[in-house]
């Protein structure tokens, strides 16, 4: 499974960006899909999780400003955030939990198999 990460930039705060994976792999529609941030000096950190069946998990530093979402028939998710803080400024890094029809979705990033090479996304104030 390759990964690959797009539409990181330098926003203003309170702006917007949308960050998509695009994913290689026939089984995509059966993986958990998730998206990690990692700031300089600080752990990666979970933000947002969806299961094949498009339950999502979100983490509470971002509720009601960012959305996940994914289209498995171009083996694709995406990451919508909105009212976007300095403190958001990170990499960002889409990742694949790759058992079939997974029941519930991981925060730890030890429980994703695949990684994509992350995006920069830098939020000035």
């Not at 695009?22 to 792999?25: C, L, N, P, Q, V």
């Not at 960012?66 to 028939?73: E, G, L, Q, W």
């Not at 403190?87 to 939990?97: F, N, P, R, W």
């Given at each position: 499974v390759q990964l690959v990460e797009s539409g990181g930039g330098l926003v203003q705060a309170g702006g917007s960006l949308r960050l998509s994976c695009?994913?290689?792999?026939r089984t995509f529609s059966t993986y958990v899909m998730g998206w990690f941030r990692q700031a300089?000096?600080?752990?990666?950190?979970f933000v947002a999780g969806i299961m094949w069946n498009d339950r999502t998990y979100v983490a509470d530093s971002v509720k009601g400003r960012?959305?996940?979402?994914?289209?498995?028939?171009e083996t694709s998710m995406y990451l919508q955030m909105n009212s976007l803080k300095p403190?958001?400024?990170?990499?960002?890094?889409?990742?694949?939990?790759t058992p079939y029809y997974s029941m519930s979705i991981p925060t730890s990033g030890a429980d994703y198999d695949y990684w994509g090479q992350g995006t920069q996304v830098t939020v000035s104030s």
């Open positions: 695009a994913a290689s792999g300089p000096g600080k752990e990666r950190e960012f959305t996940i979402s994914r289209v498995n028939a403190e958001d400024s990170a990499v960002y890094y889409c990742a694949a939990d």
